[in-house]
């Protein structure tokens, strides 16, 4: 079974209560339900983090090393500033999937920016939860 590191970003505790014309009425928890539960039907072992401070998401990356075959990760606002993040990401050689719940690129200016994009395999947006499970569908076939 491949194991994932899930990691929520910023502000993303707070989804099911904040802009919910944007990121749904699914709690993060809900959400990560379902990520759990879809990954288990594709043989994906989901381990789920969340953190508002980047130090740890930056930790929680680098313990992904040698312990995750792919990291699934939405930064939230991180998305577009953190060389931080960016630099873990780079760092680990761990296959890493950027997923957005909304359009980015069809939203305010600096959200179409992604500093951690170009160190990921792919980046996934604008599809709602069905991001994350596009991301195992990506893990699951390539790794």
Do not use: W
Not at 26 to 54: C, H, M, P, R
């Amino acid at each position: 079974m491949k194991k994932v590191f899930l990691i929520h970003g910023v502000n993303l505790n707070m989804t099911g209560i904040r802009e919910k014309g944007i990121y749904g009425t699914d709690t993060l928890s809900d959400i990560v339900e379902k990520i759990k539960a879809y990954g288990e039907k594709k043989g994906v072992e989901i381990k789920s983090f969340q953190s508002n401070y980047e130090g740890r998401i930056v930790d929680i990356i680098h313990s992904a090393y040698k312990n995750a075959d792919a990291i699934i990760i939405n930064p939230g606002a991180y998305t577009h500033y953190s060389y931080a993040i960016r630099d873990a990401v780079a760092s680990v050689d761990v296959p890493t999937y950027e997923v957005h719940i909304s359009n980015i690129y069809e939203r305010e200016d600096f959200r179409k920016i992604s500093v951690i994009a170009p160190v990921c395999k792919g980046q996934i947006y604008g599809n709602g939860i069905n991001g994350y499970f596009e991301a195992i569908d990506m893990v699951a076939d390539n790794g």
